[in-house]
């Protein structure tokens, strides 16, 4: 007998019964014909089927991923194929399974059956464990139709349908049989409206229109220790792009994979309408900058913004970076967008900063982020330091600063125990030059939560923070992380999804919230099946929580070789294995659970 994880697909055909009743050799040959297609298309995404009944098939697949894409691809051919197939109910789930003589067990398997028969005609009903693995990563549409109780599972299920109106059906018979509820429980109903008020809010807020990957810029001729600029410049174009919703713009981090402009793979795996690259060279004093933009659908060139050749200036670079995000915009964005108001290009400008050193800084602040690099965070935040000295009004270099201060304690880099002090001077400081910086309410928002501030403090800065700068995926994610430490595990989540679409190739850390809520809820298998979507061996946090689940999960052999790893990455972890997560304002009744986990697993956990 062994175990593993697996994606699990249960499909069954609608109406079977009633039509091999009018007429079997028609209703036969109609389920041959649709099982043929299913299973041909099973195979094609890594499928192997596992039990098959008259009118029912279960397969097992590596990924949640495939499972879905499957799912999709055979409504979609079963829905264009001219012959009279049957309609099929599909429910996936991602988790735990038990391997015995051929036959998978275990509630992997039990939790799909049971999300099948909840599918509408010709639909795919998903948990709440796959929902998370897909995000951005495939084109249909998965609604949210909250916790569904299924037998013999302890625990309800978060499901997710497709398509999306057969969502919306199911949340209004919902809300219906809720309504004679409502006679004795007006705030319960009241609560659940406002539930999908929210949904909709967060379904507005994200960007449409055609979608836009920009390449960082190459920097020619310069060397390691420079590309920043390039980096930066890139990354700015990019903050342009995203002023207004009817262009959906690709975080950058989503696109620094490509080195080069293949057109075809960045369509393929980004669904990316159109691409902008470019190069920039910085010599005797000036500035040049030239672009190329791709048609990706076609893989057309188009007319590119530049080139651009300038005096090497602060000014310069803001100039050039606004043509190319107009000129971006004109050929396919809205003649109405924010990027072609006067007023727009003039607010810029008045918040650039004097002198290019101090533009600079900036960059290189954000550079440190790309590895985390303690020589890096200390060249950037010198760098900040001089900055608000010889341009003091630059607001940005405050806000920068203020995360300087915050870094070197939350990363342990040259921390001082004035620390606190100075990071809320420098992001008021920030606020008071410039009311709509969104990075100095960020960087009030993370503060607020390591000094222990109260929650609603974190809250406000956090929400002022996204409000005022929506679309930037590293943000929302960090954000909402954050946010779901602070026990706002719902908002934390909408804002790490959004997060997720602007930016199909984000970090597994970003699905850490999923794991520990999971394990908080006492789902210790779907807890356990986050961590592995999380891959990161190398993160105690990560593998002290997956220890944890494990160990409450009753697999004690797993959990004592995970804390062996555990305290192989942190040998002194045992001293204090409270302390990372308190550090970061997590709700004391999930870590009061995870030092439970963990003294289950052998870990002597001081009281």
Same mark, same amino acid.
């Given at each position: ?60 697949? #590596?990924? $949640?991923?495939? @499972?879905?894409? !499957?799912?999709?691809?055979?409504? +979609?051919?079963?829905? %264009?194929? &001219? ?96 309504? #004679?509820? $409502?006679?004795? @429980?007006?705030? !319960?109903?009241?609560?659940?409206? +406002?539930?999908?008020? %929210?949904? &909709? ?407």
């Amino acid at each position: 007998m062994s175990r593993k994880l697996a994606g699990i697909l249960v499909a069954d055909a609608v109406a079977y019964s009633a039509r091999m009743e009018e007429n079997e050799a028609k209703a036969l040959a109609a389920l041959s014909n649709s099982r043929a297609i299913i299973d041909g298309i099973l195979a094609e995404h890594q499928g192997s089927i596992i039990a098959t009944a008259a009118d029912s098939v279960i397969a097992e697949f #590596p990924s $949640a991923l495939d @499972a879905v894409r !499957a799912a999709l691809d055979a409504q +979609a051919q079963l829905e %264009r194929d &001219e012959a009279d197939n049957f309609r099929f109910r599909i429910g996936v789930h991602f988790g735990d399974v038990v391997q015995q003589d051929g036959t998978l067990l275990g509630d992997g398997v039990n939790i799909a059956a049971r999300l099948e028969p909840l599918a509408p005609k010709g639909g795919i009903i998903i948990s709440g464990v796959v929902a998370d693995q897909i995000v951005g990563k495939v084109d249909a549409r998965f609604s949210a139709i909250g916790k569904h109780s299924v037998k013999n599972i302890a625990r309800p299920v978060d499901l997710y349908c497709w398509p999306e109106t057969a969502a919306k059906a199911y949340r209004r018979r919902k809300l219906m049989r809720l309504w #004679p509820i $409502a006679t004795v @429980a007006l705030i !319960a109903v009241a609560s659940v409206f +406002a539930w999908f008020a %929210r949904q &909709e809010e967060v379904d507005q807020g994200m960007p449409t229109g055609p979608k836009i990957a920009v390449l960082p810029f190459e920097e020619v001729g310069a060397g390691a220790e420079e590309v920043f600029f390039a980096d930066g410049l890139s990354r700015d174009i990019n903050a342009y792009l995203t002023k207004f919703s009817n262009l959906f713009v690709f975080s950058l981090s989503s696109t620094r994979e490509y080195s080069e402009v293949d057109c075809a793979t960045i369509r393929r795996e980004l669904n990316a309408d159109f691409i902008l690259s470019g190069t920039v060279r910085r010599a005797d004093e000036s500035l040049r900058v030239t672009t190329s933009f791709t048609d990706a659908r076609d893989c057309v060139q188009l007319n590119a913004p530049g080139p651009f050749t300038r005096d090497l200036s602060a000014q310069s670079v803001i100039d050039v970076q606004i043509e190319i995000a107009r000129k971006v915009v004109s050929e396919i964005g809205s003649a109405d967008a924010p990027i072609f108001d006067a007023k727009f290009a003039r607010a810029i400008e008045e918040k650039a900063p004097e002198n290019l050193n101090a533009y600079e800084c900036v960059l290189l602040s954000y550079w440190f982020y790309e590895n985390f690099e303690p020589d890096r965070h200390r060249r950037a935040r010198d760098c900040l330091m001089g900055a608000v000295k010889s341009d003091p009004d630059y607001s940005l270099a405050w806000s920068r600063l203020a995360f300087s201060h915050i870094e070197s304690k939350k990363y342990s880099i040259d921390t001082k125990d004035s620390w606190d002090e100075d990071s809320l001077r420098a992001a008021q400081r920030a606020i008071d030059l410039d009311p709509a910086n969104p990075d100095a309410y960020y960087a009030l928002a993370i503060r607020s939560q390591m000094v222990g501030d109260a929650p609603d403090v974190f809250a406000n800065h956090a929400r002022k923070a996204i409000e005022l700068n929506p679309y930037d995926s590293f943000v929302l994610a960090d954000l909402g992380t954050w946010m779901a430490y602070a026990g706002q595990w719902d908002t934390g989540k909408e804002w790490v999804t959004r997060a997720k679409a602007l930016n199909p190739k984000h970090q597994s850390w970003w699905d850490f919230i999923w794991q520990l809520h999971s394990f908080l809820q006492g789902d210790y298998s779907a807890s356990i099946a986050h961590a592995q979507t999380v891959n990161l061996p190398g993160n105690y946090m990560v593998q002290a929580a997956l220890t944890a689940a494990h160990a409450m999960n009753g697999d004690q052999e797993m959990a004592e070789r995970t804390l062996e790893k555990v305290l192989e990455l942190k040998p002194d972890y045992a001293e204090d294995p409270r302390q990372p997560f308190r550090a970061r304002g997590m709700e004391k009744v999930l870590v009061d659970k995870l030092m439970e986990g963990l003294t289950m697993a052998g870990l002597d956990v001081p009281t």
